[in-house]
């Protein structure tokens, strides 16, 4: 009787313990996993996302960044287009056609407000992709 119950007390050791080993096989969490997905998406905006399996954040990463490239862009042109015709009239060629309307303080003035745009924008842009790369680690 005494073998009878060491052989059970043994198969309940061996099953408890079998079921130890296969909790703990389903609850590993691969350490390099949000690190990978941080790289992803530090190479690729919105592919950590991706690797991570949230498909629906990737039109957002893409809409931010894309929109404060747009405005970037935007705004670079503006003041240049500003710049341009406040040098024009600096070296002595008069006004163009298309700003014969603006005094020199208005252009000097759209140059500030463009270029302060433009500044904001690549700080948008940059902030994005940063927490592009944070959102998915």
Do not use: H
Request: no cysteine; hydrophobic share 35%; net charge positive.
């Amino acid at each position: 009787m005494i073998l009878g119950n060491s052989a059970v007390f043994s198969q309940k050791k061996a099953d408890t313990t079998l079921k130890a080993k296969d909790t703990v096989k389903s609850n590993d969490i691969d350490p390099l996993t949000p690190a990978k997905a941080a790289f992803y998406s530090a190479i690729l905006p919105g592919l950590g996302q991706a690797y991570n399996k949230k498909y629906w954040k990737i039109p957002i990463v893409y809409g931010a960044i894309g929109t404060s490239l747009y405005y970037y862009l935007d705004s670079q042109k503006n003041y240049n287009l500003y710049r341009d015709e406040y040098k024009r009239r600096f070296e002595g060629f008069g006004r163009g056609e298309d700003y014969e309307r603006y005094d020199d303080a208005t252009l000097i003035s759209a140059q500030k407000f463009y270029q302060r745009n433009r500044d904001l924008s690549a700080l948008f842009v940059v902030g994005f992709y940063v927490l592009n790369i944070i959102d998915a680690n």
